[in-house]
C-alpha cells in the first residue's frame, strides 16, 4: 500500500525518513504530512536490546489512535492525523524538539534507581523532567538553563510543554482509571509547527508509559518486556479492550 485516500485527496508515501525504535516514518507527497508505520519490535536499555513480538505494531497503533483522538476531543493540539491502516497512520509534520518530557505521579523506574526512593508512592508535586533526546549518550537528563543555553527550546516553550504535559496527565489518568488502570508515568514528545505552535507529538502507548491494573496491581506495560517477565502483548491487549469499552 503506498497511496491512501485521506481528507478528499490521495496521499503517497514517498522516502523512508526515519526509523525509530518501534516505528518508521516516510515523507509523502504532501511536505506537510508524515507517513508512520508502526514495527512487531520492542527495544529496552535504548536500543540495546531488540526484539520482534508478532502484532505489537498493531496494539500500539490502535492504542495510540485512541489515545490521540481522546485527546483531541478533549482539547489538546496533536499532531495525529488519521489512521489509515492496522498499523499506519498519518500525522502532521513537525520539526521534533530533542527533548523528552516524563511525568511521574508514582515513583517507579529510573526515579526509584536514581533517588532510592520508595517505590510506588504517590508524589506531590507531580514530578516533570526533561531529557535531551540522544542514544548515543543514554539520553541524559537536563533542566531549564542547559535546554535553554543550547538553544533546543526557548523558555516560553518550556512553560508550554509544563502545562501541555500537566493537561495530558489530568485527561489521561481520568481516562485509565475508567479502564481501573493507573496511570504511573510516561514521556511524550512535541514538535513545532511552521508558524511556532507546539504540538504533542510522537506516540501514545505502554511503550512510553507505565500503567498498572489498580486491582492485581500487575504491569500492563513495557516494563513486562524489560523484566522478561512474561508476553508483552497480553498486557497491551488488556490495555486495547479496556479503553475500547470506556472511550
Ligand atoms: O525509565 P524511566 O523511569 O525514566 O521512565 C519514565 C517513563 O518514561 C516510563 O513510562 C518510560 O516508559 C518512559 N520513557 C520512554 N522513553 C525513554 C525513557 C523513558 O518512553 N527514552
Do not use: C
Not at 21 to 33: E, G, L, M, R, Y
Not at 96 to 118: C, M, Q, W
Not at 120 to 130: G, K, N, T, Y
Not at 171 to 187: G, H, P, S, V, Y
Amino acid at each position: 500500500m503506498d497511496s491512501v485516500e485521506y481528507d478528499n485527496r490521495t496521499v503517497t508515501r514517498g522516502a523512508l525518513q526515519y526509523t525509530g525504535k518501534a516505528k518508521q516514518v516516510f515523507t509523502t507527497d504532501d511536505p506537510n504530512i508524515l507517513w508512520v508505520h508502526y514495527l512487531d519490535q520492542a527495544t529496552a536499555l535504548n536500543g540495546k536490546v531488540k526484539e520482534t513480538i508478532n502484532g505489537k505494531g498493531e496494539l500500539n497503533s490502535a492504542i495510540s489512535q485512541l489515545l490521540f483522538n481522546y485527546l483531541t476531543e478533549n482539547g489538546i493540539k496533536n499532531h495525529y492525523l488519521g489512521s489509515i491502516s492496522k498499523t499506519d497512520e498519518l500525522i502532521t509534520s513537525l520539526n521534533i524538539l530533542p527533548i523528552e518530557v516524563v511525568t511521574r505521579n508514582y515513583a517507579s523506574g529510573h526515579f526509584v534507581s536514581k533517588f532510592d526512593a520508595v517505590a510506588m508512592q504517590q508524589l506531590s508535586p507531580i514530578v516533570q523532567e526533561f531529557y535531551y533526546k540522544s542514544d548515543a549518550l543514554d539520553d541524559p537528563f537536563m533542566n531549564d538553563s542547559q535546554i535553554i543555553a543550547l538553544g533546543y527550546a526557548t523558555s516560553d516553550e518550556l512553560s508550554k510543554l509544563r502545562y501541555e504535559s500537566l493537561m495530558i496527565n489530568q485527561r489521561l489518568t481520568e481516562l485509565f482509571q475508567k479502564a481501573n488502570i493507573q496511570l504511573i508515568d510516561f514521556k511524550l514528545e512535541f514538535g513545532r509547527t511552521k508558524n511556532g505552535d507546539i504540538l504533542l507529538a510522537d506516540e501514545l502507548s505502554p511503550d512510553n508509559m507505565r500503567l498498572v491494573d489498580i486491582t492485581t496491581g500487575n504491569s500492563l506495560d513495557k516494563d513486562v518486556f524489560r523484566k522478561h517477565s512474561g508476553d508483552v502483548t497480553v498486557g497491551y491487549h488488556e490495555v486495547l479492550t479496556r479503553l475500547q469499552q470506556v472511550i
